[in-house]
DNA sequence: TGACATATTGCAAACGTTTGCAATATGTTG
DNA sequence: CAACATATTGCAAACGTTTGCAATATGTCA
């Protein structure tokens, strides 16, 4: 243990000047004689002397810190590969502004004494509920936090967030389906306290409103986003007297626990049945057949995310309100023309 | 911006007792009269009182806070779901014992002056280098680190960490394409400066030497870890003359590129090539066909890693070592008997 | 050289806690 | 009731910085 670690006193003593002066020197304050500044800052570097990250918060009312709260639904679901990919986002943009990312893998129960406590100058939430009422209040209360995806639009609710094009990208994804001759589409979706779900499931919707043609909405699942339950509503769906000829699955794990029931059942994609994946995974391709694929564009939600909370910070508001990033349909091997029966 | 949060002044005056009666109260220290206390914690909650961590940490020479450094060797190299499992076994056991996590993905620059400047009050590093002097310095130091896999028994470097039973498995694995009759078997593994690569390979060339057989070098190929690595890597081995009838590729990541390689190619698994994963993805088994795997147990690594740093910070020292924790072949369907050429 | 402007430096308060010690209140025992 | 033990409380120092303000040094100009 470095039991007695220098400090600002032990640097103005060997350099002979006084704390204040050696402070300057270090933040590189206008005002300090070039080679005082010279004489401390080398000194300092023998000493091996680093300023105290609490000491300077605590004066400074900032800590350098962003927290990010990921939600543990459950045990598993932070495998989901969107969360990694949010945060090397997250990571980039920032490290290169400076701040650390303190990272609480949590079922949220304290995110706002993470703020409160001072530990962090701001949240970011990802993977919000739209009934989070602590991030509401939060925000409310006018500290800096940026929600992933956020909020219905006509909620009222204006917590800066990021998100991508799901209704766009789903309409398409629907009407290309449909243009394959699909009718008797599958949709597993996530809870439908997410905005991901409500927003991806009114655009399925509206593609079938659109055309004229009838929702079977028994086909449509409302799932935790687990793999397992990918699992067993893809089975249920199987089990259906009349089954879906495709099915589209709401997030990366959905997708693996579906595929794997599909798989169990030795059933041929895209021959018996049609699978398209929303995610982010780049494995995809790799699959056998490679999967068709809403692929959603989070690394680049996370460094927007944290270019939002960062302006919060420092700006002490933030007024971008909801931006939305591109996301693409790519057409691989797993869906195909539907199955005549 | 909740521009004057209350401090226990306030509670204080509130309650008209002294700081020092609130702090013990808050606190659960003893000698504070119980009706006081609980006065005390009424107010506290009444005006929405949260202990300002910083000023805390600053009297307290803690701040309850772990450091996680994850190098960031290639741009995407976080994706392997190693991290994200490794993230989540730490988080679990540091939430338990009311640690944050503070996540760095860096290329190691600062990794000291996290400590030095008191972020953190320990480093868990992952994937470290075998060359790390920045690490074994900070051991050296006395300073609470943890590394996940370590350093070779042999290096004489005591920094305690956790590892999977690497020599064992991959004996095991090699053996086992050996008996379905490969002689030829390729190995894609990691830089050399990782204890990973280093055990890997040496438990490889181990069957060789104790079968009496000859092991072709040229079957072996150092990687970046990297996807692109394995794709290419995989990709040379093919062009071979004599080509490798079974390949091992040491990661995830690894195991990906070299999958869309024989993809690309219109090959076979396991009919024109065997394929071997060692990783942490539960993918595999969703893989068509599905992947024989050595399972490296990485929730249980960051779980182990979690507490011997607690450990470490709070016994004041951990002589704990080097911490092994079982692996498993599991034999699926990408393992098959040697092609007769 | 004197008068002023400006650059450099130091002093001391402030940030919000915890904690050793002394002071006081309360309880117990003979 | 005295004498002591013990439980409760408050005082004030300490943790390591930053920063406004006053003090001093240095430079400039007439």
Redesign the pocket.
Known sequence: MVS??????DV?LKA?????????A??G??????E??ERVLKIASELN????S???A????RVGVIGVIIPRTSEFAFQNPFYSNALLGLSTIANAHEYQLMLSINNQVDIASLYYRRQVDGIIVIANRIHDNTLIKLYEDGIPVVAVPGFPPGSGIAIPSVNSENSKSVYRAVSYLMGLGHRRIGFIIGKMDSWYSIERLAAFKKVFADKGLECDESLIRESDFSKTAGYSFMGQLLDLDQPPTSVICMNDTITLGALHQIHSRNLKVPDDISVLAIGCSDMYELFNPPLTTIKTPVIEIGKTAAKLLIKAIEKGSCDEGQIILPSDLIIRESTGNCPIR
């Open positions: 007695n670690a220098p400090t600002i006193k103005a002979g000047v006084s704390y204040s002066t050696v402070s300057r270090i933040n304050k206008k005002g300090v004689k070039p005082i500044r002397y680093f300023p105290h609490s000491a300077k605590l004066v400074q009312k």
